[in-house]
């Protein structure tokens, strides 16, 4: 039975609420890492993330296995929490 290569990349954008400009330089590096560590957890062994203060790109090799509705839901629903714990710190510390 021959082999089958499949090879599947998809551009994801996720925008802040409202657009506004939350990422900004002290903590965009440290989401645009969760994001893609989100991906590799789910299989996805080909991440890159970026992308300015109000929005974030990523492309992502979803290969055959990893069904895009569940990656996004994934990544939507953990990225948000992070967030959240993110400012809570933020707004302790200050910027």
Not at 33 to 47: I, S, W
Request: glycine share 8%; aromatic share 8%.
């Amino acid at each position: 039975m021959p082999q089958s290569f499949c090879q599947i990349y998809v551009h994801i954008i996720f925008s802040t609420k409202g657009h506004q400009r939350w990422l900004d330089d002290g903590i965009r590096s440290r989401v645009h890492a969760y994001l893609a560590t989100l991906a590799r957890n789910c299989g996805c062994p080909y991440v890159v993330v970026g992308g300015p203060d109000d929005h974030v790109h990523m492309l992502v090799d979803i290969g055959k296995k990893v069904l895009p509705v569940d990656l996004i839901g994934k990544v939507k629903q953990e990225s948000s929490r992070f967030i959240k714990t993110l400012a809570v710190v933020y707004c302790r510390l200050g910027p």
